[in-house]
């Protein structure tokens, strides 16, 4: 093999190198594996030779393409300049005109349901997460104790009303008899002023039974709903009971508990059975006085009419022994006084017919209904729970929703109401929602924390706060997400500012 021809070997074999270093189709990094590779099948025997004047000709043709990666290289510089550049200047543009915070939240109205009597749950009519209208029943209270002071209250009234047409009859009846009188009750005058005397002892005898009796009343009403009390307590107690007995039995049948102990169960069984029998009694006592003090009231009532009816008799007897005019002006003063008491009675009617309304609104209590329309929460009341005026039963959640961001101080130098918002909610983050700013609030949350920071104790540090803007949601914006919507979602915002 002659020089020229080996020369001409090696020459090939850099002009390949070069081709395959520098085409961009080819372009790797060349380790001594790829040379290698690569010079492998250009030195063999069977390569043919190559003449020493064709050297020029592979150079020119390797010679362009050294220039070709450069050119692609500065030509993705470009265009990667220039991307960068737009995305750079639509990013200060949107962040010119956008103020953007994620400490935001979905907020709305949590109507708390709550009794306004206390009582005992009877009925509970509605499940978590259900849909209710405004005025819906929710929950019925046991409604026994308020139904007989409504009883009450209905023949306290009957009584106001009968007293005041007798006080309505005994106006026209001293008006007619006075005149009669005048002439029969000359010779008794002094019969007539011992008379008056003893009739005002009794007046003022009877006067002070009534309110005797009255408190023994009040006193009877009150023992009842304890007796009532003591009743649910005891058969409370004997179901306990009842229940130890019978597990404590069937533990005594299959020999896991001794005799001793069945025979404490049925003691305490037999004990709560008599404490409810005692219980019931009791019911029936307080029962018994309170039919036993109304009669005691009406009693007293009817000694003090009577001692009044004395008292105006005695006056027209010494009136009628004075003579006629005397007499026209004992009855004018007796006719005025049934007036008096006519009055009297109005007022008690009055008084028994507010008492009435008052009862019945307290009755009117044990149902509890929706206050408005939406969807039930955070229900914690069962039947047969015994619960307290403002005792809180459940929470109604109503279709209205809007979003409150916390934005920094120093994002609201440009933020008015108005503006338009988009809402990005963490729950649905492939949907965007809009929305526009309501309201900013008066104040910084600092301000209405329960312990807000006092600057002026000395170690002050100022940080940045943040004042919560109200947002409201546009509604076709969320079309078919109002039910998936609730407060507490966490949100992200952007308000486009001027």
């Known amino acids: 093999m002659s020089a020229n021809s080996l020369n001409g070997r090696k020459r090939n074999t850099i002009v390949l190198e070069k081709e395959l270093i520098t085409d961009p189709d080819t372009l790797e990094a060349v ?19 190559t003449d020493v004047h064709q050297e020029p000709e592979a150079e020119k043709k390797v010679t362009p393409k050294k220039k070709k990666p450069i050119a692609l290289i500065a030509a993705v510089a470009g265009v990667g300049a220039i991307v960068a550049g737009t995305f750079g200047y639509r990013y200060w543009q949107y962040a010119s005109t956008h ?27 509605v499940n978590d997460n259900q849909l209710v209208q405004p005025g819906q029943l929710l ?38 008899t006075t005149t009669g009188k005048t002439t029969q009750a000359q010779g008794d ?48 107690n004997l179901q306990k009971a009842q229940a130890d007995y019978n597990r404590y039995n069937q533990l005594y049948q299959q020999g896991a508990i001794a ?14 059975v008599a404490q409810k029998n005692a219980a019931v009694q009791g019911v029936q006592q307080a029962q018994a006085q309170l039919a036993s003090a109304n009669v005691g009231v009406a009693k007293a009532q009817s000694v003090l ?74 229900k914690n009341v069962e039947i047969g729970n015994r619960v307290q005026a403002g005792t809180p039963l459940m929470a109604i959640v109503d279709d209205e929703k809007w979003v409150v961001a916390n934005f920094k101080e120093t994002q609201l130098e440009n933020m008015k109401p108005g503006e338009p918002v988009e809402i990005k909610l ?65 949100a992200e915002v952007a308000v486009e500012v001027k």
């Open 31 to 49: 380790t001594p594996e790829t040379s290698a590779k690569v010079e492998a099948p250009i030195v063999t025997p069977e390569a043919p030779e």
């Open 189 to 236: 005058v002094n019969s007539a002023v011992a008379a008056i005397s003893t009739a005002q002892a009794a007046v003022r005898e009877a006067q002070a039974g009534i309110p005797a009796a009255q408190a023994q009343v009040k006193q009877a009403q009150a023992g009842i709903p304890a007796a009532q009390a003591q009743v649910a307590q005891a058969d409370a």
């Open 99 to 125: 103020q953007q915070t994620d400490n935001a939240t979905v907020a709305g109205n949590v109507h708390q349901v709550s009794s306004r009597i206390p009582g005992t749950i009877d009925k509970v009519l």
């Open 305 to 378: 009419a009577q001692a009044q009816e004395g008292v105006t008799s005695a006056q027209a007897k010494l009136a009628a022994s004075r003579g006629g005019l005397q007499q026209a002006t004992a009855g004018g003063q007796d006719t005025t006084a049934k007036r008096s008491q006519y009055e009297a009675a109005k007022a008690a009617i009055a008084q028994a017919e507010a008492s009435l309304k008052d009862a019945q609104l307290q009755l009117s209590y044990t149902n509890v209904t929706a206050p408005s329309a939406g969807r039930v929460g955070n």
């Open 426 to 490: 963490d729950a649905f983050p492939h949907h965007t929602f809009s929305g526009r700013v309501d309201s900013i609030s008066p104040a910084s949350g600092a301000q209405f924390a329960l312990l807000p920071p006092d600057n002026a104790t000395g170690n002050f540090t100022k940080i940045v706060q943040r004042i919560p803007v109200k947002i409201l949601l546009d509604q076709k914006s969320i079309q078919g997400y109002e039910s998936r919507i609730t407060p507490g979602m966490s």
């Open 259 to 272: 005799r001793q102990q069945l025979d404490t169960a049925r003691a305490a069984y037999d004990v709560a």
């Open 139 to 176: 929950v019925e209270l046991d409604p026994r104790d308020y139904q007989s002071k409504v009883q009450q209250a209905i023949a306290a009234l009957a009584n106001a009303r009968g007293q005041a047409q007798a006080a309505q009859a005994n106006i026209a009846l001293a008006s007619e």
